[in-house]
């Protein structure tokens, strides 16, 4: 009985309260009443970009649209080729064929929501992860219509969670509020990232342990932790606060 009521306090302390109270802050901002008066042009963030030669790999991800920017964000990955002038934008999303590219600007408002770097990698190791990024893509099982779910998964975090698990070279991991990156897109429970394992049954419950996403604690999608490479509490709705 002792241990069932210190869980019930800690799920209550790491997971409801703090969800409970990004929740306040969210709705006391508003959000958008529907994806037509929703803002979805380029933030700008890029827009000094073109003229890099350096080839690139990046992580976007901004708050989805309406209640659902509570608790979860969107994803994305951009590559850029050596010398281009133009990023290639790859994603998926929850209508038609999930699996998109160059659909939106690579620096796009989600729902008019800003986009957030979750992080990047350039020069010749990006050169070199290029091809590997893409071949992930190409290969991501969930591209059928009808194949997005939005919870558990697999959603657009599903699909970015999945090419950075492949290409563990990247160093990259989404943040705690990228609900559905726990999905595991082989069908398996058990996963390898870089020098982490992750353990989840059908992005309903699991935990992270090692590799870029240190230690998490994933029930019902939420996802509480701690990340040690680089300082900082993960919390449900605030994602990480730290470094």
Known sequence: MKSTKYLSLVFVFLFLLPLGVHAAVFWSKGWEKSWRSADWSSSGILSGTATTSEPTISVYAARTGRWKGIFAVHSWIL????????????????????????????????????????GSVSGELAETLIPKVRASVDRYPYRARGDYHIWPGPNSNTFVATVLREVPELGLSLPPTAVG??????????????????????GIFGFSLGGPEGFEINILGLVAGFDWQHPALKLPGFGRIGA
């Open 181 to 202: 990156k726990d999905y595991l897109a082989d069908g398996g429970w058990f996963s390898t990232d870089g020098d982490g394992v992750k353990f989840s049954a059908n």
């Open 79 to 118: 590559v850029k080729d050596r010398n281009s002038r133009s990023w290639d934008r790859y994603e998926v999303v929850g209508w038609g064929t999930p699996i998109r590219k160059n659909a939106y600007a690579p620096d796009a408002r989600w729902y008019g929501n800003e986009p957030m770097l979750v």
